[in-house]
């Protein structure tokens, strides 16, 4: 798609007002259309962008701990044969995981093709499951990854 405008007429634009990254994003927007909506500087003149990445970086950080808890906690969590089993049952019968999965998973799970997934495990449950999701369209793994988060945490 070619570029309506030239740079220094978006930077001369009244849109952009004074501040400089306001002038980048409305660039950014011309030049990749349909990326994002640019919002004028009248809407965002007492936006601190610092400020805004560091309450986002705080929040991310803040979630890192419990998440290393968590994966700590299912790397030492040994479950049997038969509870695993029990747990792709369940996810395919009562969840309802693309059934087309469940060889995938069962074979991640029980033939797993990196040592570190051999024990046997909650952590290796769970990657049998995100290794059988690389096979989907990434909306449908991202989405199916979260549903299984949800349900290996309540096994």
């Not at 299912?74 to 469940?102: C, G, H, M, N």
């Not at 995100?130 to 989907?136: N, P, R, V």
């Amino acid at each position: 798609m070619p570029v309506k405008h030239s740079i220094a007429s978006i930077y001369q634009s009244s849109s952009c007002g004074a501040s400089r990254w306001s002038c980048e994003f409305a660039l950014l927007g011309h030049i990749v259309s349909g990326v994002f909506s640019p919002v004028l500087h009248k809407h965002t003149s007492r936006l601190d962008l610092v400020d805004l990445l560091s309450v986002g970086v705080d929040k991310m950080q803040r979630n890192f701990e419990p998440l290393k808890q968590q994966i700590n906690e299912w790397q030492t969590r040994e479950i049997s044969a038969d509870q695993a089993k029990l747990v792709i049952y369940r996810a395919f019968v009562e969840e309802r995981f693309p059934s087309k999965l469940l060889t995938p998973v069962h074979n991640h799970y029980f033939t797993p093709q990196y040592e570190e997934f051999k024990p046997r495990t909650m952590w290796s449950l769970s990657n049998a499951f995100t290794s059988a999701f690389k096979e989907l369209a990434p909306v449908r793994q991202f989405q199916l990854t979260a549903k299984i988060g949800k349900f290996l945490q309540s096994c």
